[in-house]
Structure formats: C-alpha cells, structure tokens
C-alpha cells in the first residue's frame, strides 16, 4: 500500500503560518472539477461524491456493486520546533489509510446511484470473493491486522486465520477457486505476498513485493509492485514455476496493477508524465507489458485502478481536492 504523502498528493492541506506575529495565508491550490482524459478514454464518470476521502475501489463479479475504503477527515494540528515558536500548521489531514492502524470504513455502493451501505468499521482492502457470496478483507481492530472474511451485508466476522501471519497482513486476493489467499504482510522489516488456504492453513512465503493481483483466467500468475533502483515497478510471477518477469522501467513508477476480466489488459497508475512528483495517471497495457495507453492526465492525482465485468476501469482521483472513486472507459 502506498505512503501517506503519496495518496494526498494534491489534496488541498489548509494552513497558515505565523512568523513573528505577521499571519500569512498560504497559497491555495485549485484543483480541477474531473479528472482530465486523454484520447484512449471516454464515458468519464464520478462514481461518489462523499466528504470523506474514498480509496481502493473494487467491483463486484456481478458488476452491480462496489466496494471502497472510506477514511473520514479531521483536523490535525502541527507545531514546527515548539522551541522556535516560529509557525504553527493547522490542516485537514485523511486519517492515513496507508497506516497500520488506521481507522476507516469499507463501504458498499449500488454502482450508478448513491445507495451506499457502511459494511464494516476498523478494516480496509476489501474484495468481494469470486463467487460475490462475501466479502475478504484486512480487519484492523485486532493488535495485529488479520485477513477476516464477511457475508455480502456485513454480517458476521470468520477469520480466515486465527492469529496474524506478519506484522501487517493486508490486501487479501482470493483465487478463481475460492480455495487460496494471497496477500501482503510485514515479515521483519521486508514488506512480502504470502500465500494460505481460504481456511487459514498452508501459509508460504512467495516472495518480496506488495499490491497483488491475479489472473482471473489462471491462478497461477500475479502481478505485483516492487522497488527497483527506487523506482516502483511491476512485475510478474508464475506460481508454479517460480518465475519472475519485470513488466515496466525507466525513471518513473508504474505500480497498483489489475488484471482485466478477460485477463488480457492491466490498468495501472504511473507518474510517468511527471517524474519527480507524486502526481499519478491510470494507464493500461497488455499483459505481456506492450502497448500502453495514457487514460487520465491533467493536474490531478489518480490511483488503485479496477476493472468491471463490462471494462470500465474505476480508480480514485483527488479533483476537487477530495479523493474519491470515478471511472472511465478505455478505447480499446
């Protein structure tokens, strides 16, 4: 999962600074109303419109619903050097969905309405499971985070392990089968993609790397981010085999991929446009890493795309300065 300053990149943080009993008022920076598109996208949609900042956007295998992580605001305030007495920061800050113990909301949402549902406090990183019957997710409330899974109204918590397998176990994928979990954790201070059965046993360490995704056509091939050279990029591994592939490069990230669900494209975010900012774009390409294509641009900061049944890709965006989900659809 990314960083703090990388999802609130662009997000308008509030301050004032007072230096030496003069108050001054920061720059504001104007953020665009939507998203910008390029030519390999159309049909532009804003799929919330909530106060809350709304991450991770997961579409049901019936394409009728959504899942996302809501993380609410609230007013944090910071003293630079209290022995300086120089400037005190006062600014709206997210509540840090990227920490371990981060509080928010998984969400379910009626895809094209605004019927939403709060389905459960204190965890993140939720998928539907392959047969729509529940919902996986990482539950937060424990010392430890654990994979738990949950029926489709949030009813009932079934821990899919009984204790905590690292030190950070999160974003759970389940295979086609409904039979594996593949996930991350922290084992010592390497962030890995483990693997366990969807009861809890078998737990094996697959190798180093974050943000999996399988192919819904073979469960035997994941993407995944890796830091290479400080660049994030994305690679991917054959299960069986133990092979790994590096899928982009260069001086930029690539990072977040999805497969699609005919398994033949993966929509990723890249701040391939601008380098040396955390500003972030969805973008898509064949599986075997050829043919990409730019969908969103512009001033705005975009991320953790996903596909539906139908190929719209969903993704969060902070235009308007909050970040919430929108979706898109590719050209092909």
Same mark, same amino acid.
């Given at each position: 999962?990314?960083?703090?300053?990388?999802?609130?990149?662009?997000?308008?943080?509030?301050?004032?600074?007072v230096i030496e009993g003069c108050k001054t008022a920061a720059p504001i920076l104007t953020l665009p109303t939507a998203p910008g598109t390029t030519s390999n996208?159309?049909?532009?949609?804003?799929?919330?419109?909530?106060?809350?900042?709304?991450?991770?956007?997961?579409?049901?295998?019936?394409?009728?619903?959504?899942?996302?992580?809501?993380?609410?605001?609230?007013?944090?305030?910071?003293?630079?050097?209290?022995?300086?007495?120089?400037?005190?920061?006062?600014?709206?800050q997210s509540t840090a969905p990227s920490k371990v113990k981060a509080s928010g909301t998984i969400v379910k949402k009626e895809i094209g309405s605004q019927i939403?549902?709060?389905?459960?406090?204190?965890?993140?990183?939720?998928?539907?499971?392959?047969?729509?019957?529940?919902?996986?997710?990482?539950?937060?409330?424990?010392?430890?985070?654990?994979?738990?899974?949950?029926n489709i109204n949030g009813v009932g918590l079934n821990y899919v392990s009984q204790g905590a397998m690292g030190s950070n176990d999160s974003e759970p994928n389940?295979?086609?089968?409904?039979?594996?979990?593949?996930?991350?954790?922290?084992?010592?201070?390497?962030?890995? !993609?483990?693997? /366990?059965?969807?009861? *809890?046993?078998?737990?094996?360490? =697959? &190798?180093? %790397?974050?943000?999996?995704?399988?192919? +819904?056509?073979?469960?035997?091939?994941?993407?995944?981010?890796?830091?290479?050279?400080?660049?994030?990029?994305?690679?991917?591994?054959?299960?069986?085999?133990?092979?790994?592939?590096?899928?982009?490069?260069?001086?930029?990230?690539?990072?977040?991929?999805?497969?699609?669900?005919?398994?033949?494209?993966?929509?990723?975010?890249?701040?391939?446009?601008?380098?040396?900012?955390?500003?972030?774009? !969805?973008?898509? /390409?064949?599986?075997? *890493?050829?043919?990409?294509?730019? =969908? &969103?641009? %512009?001033?705005?900061?975009?991320?953790? +795309?996903?596909?539906?049944?139908?190929?719209?890709?969903?993704?969060?965006?902070?235009?308007?300065?909050?970040?919430?989900?929108?979706?898109?659809?590719?050209?092909?």
């Amino acid at each position: 999962m990314k960083s703090l300053p990388k999802l609130l990149s662009g997000f308008f943080l509030l301050s004032t600074v007072v230096i030496e009993g003069c108050k001054t008022a920061a720059p504001i920076l104007t953020l665009p109303t939507a998203p910008g598109t390029t030519s390999n996208a159309e049909s532009l949609t804003r799929e919330t419109n909530e106060p809350s900042q709304e991450f991770y956007p997961k579409v049901s295998p019936d394409g009728k619903y959504l899942l996302y992580f809501a993380a609410e605001t609230e007013r944090v305030e910071v003293q630079s050097n209290p022995n300086s007495g120089y400037f005190t920061k006062l600014f709206e800050q997210s509540t840090a969905p990227s920490k371990v113990k981060a509080s928010g909301t998984i969400v379910k949402k009626e895809i094209g309405s605004q019927i939403r549902s709060p389905l459960i406090q204190d965890a993140k990183d939720a998928i539907w499971l392959p047969d729509g019957s529940g919902v996986i997710f990482s539950y937060r409330k424990p010392a430890q985070p654990v994979i738990v899974k949950t029926n489709i109204n949030g009813v009932g918590l079934n821990y899919v392990s009984q204790g905590a397998m690292g030190s950070n176990d999160s974003e759970p994928n389940v295979t086609k089968d409904g039979s594996k979990v593949i996930f991350n954790t922290l084992v010592g201070s390497s962030k890995m !993609i483990c693997s /366990m059965s969807i009861n *809890g046993g078998s737990f094996t360490v =697959l &190798t180093e %790397g974050e943000h999996v995704s399988i192919n +819904p056509l073979n469960s035997d091939q994941i993407i995944y981010n890796l830091t290479v050279n400080g660049r994030t990029q994305i690679f991917t591994m054959n299960l069986r085999s133990g092979q790994k592939t590096q899928l982009t490069s260069g001086e930029f990230d690539c990072r977040d991929g999805a497969f699609s669900n005919d398994g033949n494209w993966l929509a990723y975010s890249s701040n391939q446009e601008s380098p040396n900012t955390n500003k972030y774009h !969805i973008y898509m /390409m064949k599986t075997d *890493g050829t043919d990409v294509r730019q =969908l &969103t641009q %512009g001033s705005t900061n975009e991320g953790d +795309p996903c596909w539906s049944p139908d190929n719209w890709v969903f993704f969060y965006s902070n235009a308007a300065s909050n970040y919430n989900i929108w979706k898109v659809k590719p050209r092909f």
